[in-house]
């Protein structure tokens, strides 16, 4: 089946300082991707969507100038947390929707995600 | 507002026995619903789905239904193994929009 990567897995960080987290398609092309976040035993959030080559879509509530989203080919799209702080530590997971061959279009397959600390 | 409800957060079953899982959703242009299987720090992966033209889909252990006019879905696992435990999540679309997760259902199976 078609494979998200995601790096890091895992990153410590102080107040203040800006995470990048990068989510890969290893196997077939994504034209969108999608950035969740999930809090303890609540559902995954739809942060954002990014198409190729274009501007992200950010869901209403999420701050588009302190979540930056570039998605610069079909198989790498970053989010980079800005002037980060211990309330947005939290489990963060990419998406990927494509036409993996033999997958299906309507399928997202995500990446492994990635707990950020912030201290 | 939830548009996706598992309104069971855990469920336990023995090795062997039937778990069903149980999704509503309040929106009825959804046409794509999709399960999906979580592990602790780990993205969710992709189980099985069902597009709204169908009301069954089997794939193995796992058999998805779907009632429309209910707006419920359901997810059987037949046997299930210890290894299924897990959260699982439903998921629902429209068209080629983004999935609406529900909150997830935390299923264990006891050996």
């Known amino acids: 089946g078609a494979v998200v990567s995601q790096h890091p897995s895992r990153v410590i960080c102080k107040s203040g300082t800006s995470v990048k987290i990068e989510c890969r398609s290893l196997d077939f092309q994504a034209t969108t991707m999608f950035w969740y976040r999930q809090f303890p035993k609540q559902s995954l959030m739809l942060m954002a969507t990014?198409?190729?080559?274009?501007?992200?879509?950010?869901e209403q509530g999420v701050e588009k100038d302190k979540f930056l989203i570039n998605h610069a080919s079909l198989t790498l799209s970053t989010l980079t947390v800005t002037s980060a702080h211990p309330e947005d530590s939290s489990f963060y997971i990419c998406?990927?929707?494509?036409?993996?061959?033999?997958?299906?279009?309507?399928?997202?397959?995500f990446g492994p995600g990635t707990r950020l600390l912030v201290l | 507002d939830q548009q996706v409800k598992q309104n069971s957060p855990s469920l336990s079953v023995q090795e062997g026995r039937i778990s069903i899982l149980n999704c509503d959703y309040t929106n009825s242009m959804f046409d794509y619903f999709l399960w999906y299987k979580k592990y602790p720090a780990e993205g969710p992966t992709f189980l099985i789905s069902?597009?709204?033209?169908?009301d069954k889909n089997e794939d193995g252990r796992f058999t998805v239904f779907l009632n429309k006019s209910a707006k419920h879905l359901s997810l059987h696992i037949v046997p299930s193994q210890p290894g299924d435990s897990a959260v699982y999540f439903c998921a629902a679309k429209t068209g080629a929009n983004n999935l609406f997760f529900g909150t997830g259902t935390r299923l264990t199976v006891i050996p």
């Open positions: 069902i597009s709204s033209i169908k």
């Open positions: 998406s990927a929707r494509g036409d993996p061959s033999g997958g299906r279009q309507e399928t997202q397959y």
């Open positions: 990014s198409n190729e080559g274009s501007k992200a879509t950010y």
